[in-house]
């Protein structure tokens, strides 16, 4: 039987819970809901860290939106994460950008061209879809035309071009920025609902396919 003289200790206790903290816990994502599963999985990364991966088109607006949010989370990312850029090649007409990225990594300038490209491309308002306007961008980065000719046109380069397309093609994204986990799940900002919970996503498979 309740007294009246437990009512003001009732009235305490009910007023100290209110007044505690309510932790949240981590975020829960559902499986083809926030991301899909790559059935075949992507080749396996060779290490034992997770591999994350961001398909990209430079002349995707949403891309050049997402990559200050990106550059944010890869600054703060665990050590144990690997991360790595691939341009998506879904037609033809995207494949200079993706030899252009190649290229740059080729000649060790990937750092230095990544956000000028984007900018040069989003803000200057620059057609740079052809090898002739790439060119000339690189010669405003300290590249010479025909240091970046040559490289572009290189077997190597276009036969990292050819990996990209077929990575666009296996990994089943269906469009740009997108993000996959250690080859086996990919998510997209229409998946996650956001930018911002795409990369929670991200975290999140992470986290869990480290406890597999």
């Known amino acids: 039987m309740l007294r009246?003289?437990?009512w003001p200790l009732l009235l305490f206790s009910l007023l100290l819970t209110l007044s505690l903290p309510v932790t949240a816990g981590p975020p829960a994502f559902t499986e083809g809901v926030h991301y899909k599963l790559i059935d075949p999985p992507l080749p396996a990364p060779k290490t034992n860290q997770a591999e994350v991966i961001e398909m990209f088109w430079y002349g995707c607006p949403h891309?050049?939106?997402?990559?200050?949010?990106?550059e944010k989370w890869i600054k703060n990312k665990s050590n144990q994460i690997t991360f790595i850029r691939?341009?998506?090649v879904f037609r033809d007409s995207w494949l200079p950008g993706a030899q252009a990225f190649y290229t740059a990594q080729a000649l060790g300038v990937a750092d230095k061209i990544h956000r000028p490209l984007f900018d040069a491309i989003h803000l200057k308002k620059l057609n740079l879809n052809t090898k002739a306007a790439l060119a000339d961008f690189?010669?405003?980065q300290g590249i010479a035309k025909e240091e970046f000719l040559s490289t572009f046109d290189s077997f190597a380069v276009q036969g990292k071009a050819q990996q990209a397309v077929a990575t666009t093609r296996s990994s089943g994204i269906t469009g740009v920025p997108a993000m996959i986990v250690n080859g086996k799940y990919?998510?997209?900002?229409d998946l996650a609902g956001s930018f911002q919970r795409m990369l929670e996503v991200v975290d999140y498979l992470v986290a869990q396919t480290s406890k597999k």
């Not at 891309?63 to 990106?70: A, D, K, N, S, T």
């Not at 990919?186 to 900002?189: I, K, S």
């Open 4 to 6: 009246s003289t437990s």
């Open 86 to 88: 691939i341009p998506a």
């Open 138 to 140: 690189f010669a405003t």
């Open 186 to 189: 990919r998510t997209d900002a």
């Open 63 to 70: 891309c050049y939106h997402f990559e200050p949010l990106l």
